[in-house]
């Protein structure tokens, strides 16, 4: 009998069952390799699908109805095979379709120990006929460093690994089965030895342009520092440069050198905020070429061409999307760390390409708090047993050493010096204030910013300085297109000496360049004013801005949770130092902070479950899963009909086949909001959904100018959502 793996439309076109095992196998194993594993990928690619040797089986892919669990099969047999550590096999097998289960228990037939003890498989013995032989697995084939209180972890962070090594191979080789057309896209990146190269040139011609002004020779030094220290051995680093001092090309030098050196695939940007994103990004794509650079977040859409070429490196890049195959990938924090704690094989494919890379942890105080400790967990685990570097990359660097457990090498050299070469502003604590003093002092500047924290302070803050053309106000009421054409109004007026008062969120401080003579910040955490403070003067127009923290009297101004710790600890600091913005304030800021937190740190306790377990491979992946959201609040996108771009994207949505395929280029017409925000729209008529996902605002009447979208009932907005997928 002739056993299939795959169905074709042509029958000569059916793909074989030994050829996908061996293939998945021997893919798997390439994967594997990077991280010394590639005889237990291996394994687990020959086992993954020998359920399919079942007589059931083959009838199905012939026509039958009969229902058949594929995947329980090797399961069992990784510990017919290989006893206790079979189970690292049983994991990937049981799971490669609908996740990494939890170890559970026998009566739940989900779990792990449930399917391993499923009594009604059907026969698959057949496979032992065309796998004659797989090979022999003992303990010392695991090539882990671990330690005591990380032994759990390392382990399930390694078989989580294999997954992604296996579910890899299996959609590559199904893809190349099934979908060849797909499968000839993929890969023909260059390798890093060639990126380097075109970086070098790229950066003499920059570097020969620049004026020679003093700012931009310590600029030059922050980047031959880079390049001196990127020579070290694989470990962690941290990038502390002040604002202005060339981070993004300094840290891309890096990266490149260091993974030169090293012989690294590939290099992650990891960064909090879509806006920073898409300037590095945009950065990476002038110096390296477009087709290298994968930008993985919601808001990235490609525009429209009808060139060839262009069509061929947007395939390419769509697919790499996938699996991250490609030199350099740009992310988010909530994409890169979602993913290192999923189960989902969708989510779990690209994880054995973070083996061997530099991954750059941009504005790394914003290391999602109640995740800090399980994720640094992974980034120690990632540095320790897969061969990768971690670059903590800030102006502002979190106290994290005494959460790990292998030494973080500063890449700058006496940083607080140039701290006081960058220095452009003068921070000033003021103290209370309410809304009518704090208005008043604003229209009286020529031009100010003044940043709150949450949507409904901004609101009414700009109730009480509107009525003029020089008055703007900015939050994520407001769709991105429609903060983009603010935005530009607001940088011209300021570039023409035009008066301008701008009433903001702290979206302004996510990676937008715009320079104002004088910023107020109202009271927060140390590390977002000193974004606020790169707002200000920053292009050294003047001798110094002028950045004034206020504490807000007013019931809206007043923070809660998180935001209100963070300020609260900013101002003991403040009380202790008069430079706020030193490294010596930012570091005690960090350690009082992080020790107020204690257990707020793992807030979901996800190391606890690991820790608590017994030395017996038994773990809760799809638990872990479930509780590891960054964005806990689940948000509804609302489309604004804004403009004509817009009307036009929305009318092929109704026929186009494939609707789905828009949702990217809606982006930039959302405002995103929470769950009863969306109820209220929706009772008040003023929602048109279409397929259950898209959600139109059909009255634009509740869609101001000024402000943005408008709710039904005057409620205290919360505070800025700025973390996106």
Known sequence: MEYFAHTHEEKSQWQPLKDHLQAVANLAREFGDSFD????????????????????????????????????????????????????????????????????????????????????????????????????????????????????????????MIYSCVVDADFLDTENAMA????????????????????????????????????????????????????????????????GGGKTLSSLAFALQHALKNRLKRIIYVIPYTSIIEQNAKVFKEV??????????????????????FTNMKQKLLLSAENWDIPIVVTTNVQFFESLFSNRSSRCRKLHNLSRSVIILDEAQMLPTQYLKPCLAALEELVRNYKTSIVLSTATQPELAKFLKIPIVEIIEQAELLYEKFRRVEVHNIGS????????????????????????????????????????????????VHRTIKLNIIRERLSNRQPCKVISTQLIEAGVDIDFPIVYRSLTGIDSIAQAAGRCNREGLIKYGQVYVFKSTEKHGKTQGWLNRTAEVAEM???????????????????????????????????????????????????????????ENTMV??????????????????????????????????VSVYQYEFMELLQARVIESLYGVFHILSDMTYYDDDVGLLMIQDRSYTNEILIFE
Request: aromatic residues 10%; charged residues 25%; hydrophobic residues 35%.
């Open 573 to 631: 600091v403040m009380k202790d130092q008069i430079d706020i913005l030193s490294l010596e304030a930012v570091k005690s800021y960090f350690k009082i902070l992080y020790d107020i937190e204690g257990d707020g740190l793992d807030q979901k306790g996800i190391l606890k479950s690991f820790q608590e377990l017994d030395y017996d491979l038994s773990f809760p992946f799809a638990e872990v899963a479930e509780k590891f959201k960054i964005i």
């Open 288 to 309: 390296l070429g477009e087709s290298c650079v994968l930008e993985h977040h919601s808001n990235f859409q490609f525009k429209d061409s009808e060139d060839e070429t």
């Open 180 to 243: 060849k057309n797909r499968a000839l896209i993929r890969g023909g990146h260059p390798e890093i030895s060639e990126l380097y190269e075109v970086f070098e040139l790229e950066m003499d011609k920059k570097l020969k342009k620049a004026k020679k002004t003093a700012i931009n020779q310590y600029r030059t030094q922050i980047l031959e520092q880079c390049l001196g220290k990127a020579n070290s051995n694989i470990g962690m680093f941290s990038l502390t440069v002040p604002t």
């Open 37 to 160: 594993a590639g005889k237990l990928a291996y394994i687990a690619g020959l086992l993954h699908d020998i359920g399919k040797y079942s007589k059931e089986f083959q009838q199905r892919l012939h026509g039958s109805n009969i229902r058949v669990d594929h995947s329980t099969a090797g399961a069992q047999e990784a510990i017919k095979l290989y006893g206790k550590f079979g189970k690292i096999f049983s994991y990937v097998i049981a799971g490669h379709h609908s996740g990494l289960p939890d170890i559970g228990s026998k009566a739940n037939e989900s779990s792990l120990e449930g399917r391993l003890n499923k009594k009604e498989l059907y026969n698959y013995d057949a496979y032992k006929q065309e796998i004659i032989q797989l090979p022999s697995f003992e303990q010392k084939d695991i090539c882990l460093e671990l330690t005591r209180d990380t032994l759990n972890f390392a382990f399930a962070f390694f078989i989580r």
């Open 637 to 670: 996108s609302i489309i604004i009909p804004y403009d004509d771009r817009c009307m036009e994207l929305l009318e092929r949505i109704k026929y186009d086949p494939y609707p789905l395929s828009l949702q990217r280029d809606l982006q930039p017409y959302t």
């Open 433 to 480: 204030y309410n809304d009518e003093q704090l208005a008043s002092e604003i229209l009286q500047k020529k031009q100010a910013l003044c940043i709150v924290n949450s949507r409904k302070h901004a609101q009414l803050l700009y109730e009480n300085i509107k009525g003029s053309l020089e008055a703007f106000h900015l939050s994520a009421r407001m769709c991105p």
